[in-house]
C-alpha cells in the first residue's frame, strides 16, 4: 500500500516537474516554433493537381525538358514491388540548382518533396517515396533561373497511399 503511494507521488512530482519545465521554457522564448521549423509551403503540399502544386510553389514559369537532369525511381528504374518505399535518385551536372521538386501524378496529394538548395548541397540526391499507383514520377529542378523537368513512368504492384 504504502509502495503503491510512493509511486504515485513519484509520477505526480515527474509530470509537474516536466510540465513546468516546458512551461518555462516556452514562455522565456526559447522555443519558437516559426523559429525551429522549416518553412512549410502548404499550399503546394495540399493541392490535388501537379499543375496547382507547381503553381503553388514556383508560380508561373515555364519548363523545358533537358537532358542535363537524370532521374532515377525504383530498384529497376520503372517498376515498385511496394510503393509505400519507392528509392529515388536525382542527378544533375547543372550549375547553381537553387531547388528540387518530386511530383507524384496520381498520389491524392502529387507533391512528394520540396528542397531548397544551397551551394554545400551536391547531387546526387538520394531518398524513398511513396506512389499511391502506377504513375509519372517527375523531378523538377531550377537552376540559373530556368526549370529543367524530367518524368518516369512507374508500376506500383503494392500502392503507398491511402
Not at 531550377?142 to 523537368?149: E, I, M
Request: proline fraction near 6%; charge should be neutral.
Amino acid at each position: 500500500m504504502m509502495e503503491d503511494l510512493n509511486r504515485q507521488r513519484r509520477k505526480v512530482l515527474k509530470g509537474a516537474i516536466s510540465a513546468s519545465t516546458l512551461a518555462l521554457v516556452a514562455t522565456s522564448g526559447l522555443l519558437l516554433p516559426q523559429q525551429l521549423l522549416a518553412h512549410w509551403p502548404s499550399d503546394a503540399f495540399n493541392a490535388e493537381t501537379v499543375e496547382d502544386a507547381l503553381l503553388a510553389l514556383l508560380g508561373k514559369a515555364d519548363i523545358a525538358d533537358d537532358s542535363a537532369l537524370q532521374f532515377k525511381v525504383g530498384a529497376p528504374p520503372s517498376y515498385a514491388i511496394n510503393g509505400a518505399s519507392v528509392p529515388i535518385q536525382i542527378q544533375s551536372d547543372l550549375t547553381n540548382i537553387e531547388r528540387v521538386i518530386v511530383l507524384v501524378e496520381k498520389n491524392p496529394l502529387p507533391l512528394v518533396m520540396s528542397l531548397e538548395m544551397t551551394s554545400a548541397c551536391k547531387l546526387p540526391f538520394k531518398s524513398m517515396i511513396k506512389i499511391a499507383e502506377d504513375s509519372p514520377v517527375m523531378a523538377i529542378i531550377r537552376a540559373n533561373g530556368k526549370l529543367y523537368k524530367t518524368t518516369r513512368f512507374v508500376e506500383v504492384d503494392i500502392g503507398g497511399c491511402a
